[in-house]
Antibody, heavy 119, light 110 residues
Framework: QVQLQESGPGLVKPSETLSLTCTVS????????WSWIRQPPGKGLEWIGYMYHSGSANINPSLKSRVTISVDTSNNQFSLKLNSVTAADTAVYFC?????????????WGQGTLVTVSS | QSALTQPASVSGSPGQSIAISCTGTTSNVGNYNLVSWYQQHPGKAPKLMIYEGSKRPSGVSNRFSGSKSGNTASLTISGLQAEDEADYYC??????????FGGGTKLTVL
């Protein structure tokens, strides 16, 4: 079955750019929507945005000015970039399949990766 | 502040039924039957339990069911078991092709 795995630095300095990659295995990244979701320590979930394999994307309006989501179909990966980070961006970041038209739910999920913003 | 409102906690004894509410507005829950529910155990990734309001993915127990009335969606768990103790989150499609989560509900099995 499809599995997702997040990867990237666990520590990012304030004002710098957070970059994460989600690798999809067990299935093709094509013909599906793919999302990023985050969860600050001890808090709830926040949808960051989704991307279709073709490259069209939709981002949470509260993060739109700082977020870029891209897809690399040749490597079955999609990526998240969040710039100008602050301590408020410290969270576990999850990637998941879904979020877009005809698939407004998330399944499956990656295990999540903790990113801490600190100098 | 989350766009969808859930109770912070609910509890029930083994074998009982409980319901978790998820209240939104006509911009999300009220106008779309596109609510999903997730179960999250500590330190784990969320797991999809219900999608499109009331549909159960393959492998999810039929003790879990979803419904909606007006601007409020609900997740009902019948025949409570110890392993159901977890955090539960609702999520809804919202106007503008965005998605919004509830603040989460901690379920305690007494």
């Amino acid at each position: 079955q499809v599995q997702l795995q997040e990867s990237g630095p666990g520590l990012v300095k304030p004002s710098e750019t957070l970059s994460l990659t989600c690798t999809v295995s067990g299935g093709s990244i094509s013909n599906f929507y793919w999302s990023w979701i985050r969860q600050p320590p001890g808090k709830g979930l926040e949808w960051i945005g989704y991307m279709y394999h073709s490259g069209s994307a939709n981002i949470n309006p509260s993060l739109k000015s700082r977020v870029t989501i891209s897809v690399d179909t040749s490597n079955n990966q999609f990526s998240l970039k969040l710039n100008s980070v602050t301590a408020a961006d410290t969270a576990v970041y999850f990637c998941a399949r879904g979020g877009g038209r005809g698939n407004f739910w998330f399944d499956p999920w990656g295990q999540g990766t903790l990113v801490t913003v600190s100098s | 502040q989350s766009a969808l409102t859930q109770p912070a906690s609910v509890s029930g004894s083994p074998g009982q039924s409980i319901a978790i509410s998820c209240t939104g507005t006509t911009s999300n829950v009220g106008n779309y039957n596109l609510v999903s529910w997730y179960q999250q155990h500590p330190g784990k990734a969320p797991k999809l339990m219900i999608y499109e309001g009331s549909k159960r993915p393959s492998g999810v127990s039929n003790r879990f069911s979803g419904s909606k009335s007006g601007n409020t969606a609900s997740l009902t768990i019948s025949g409570l078991q110890a392993e159901d103790e977890a955090d539960y989150y609702c999520c809804s499609y919202a106007t503008g092709s965005t998605l919004v989560f509830g603040g989460g509900t901690k379920l305690t099995v007494l």
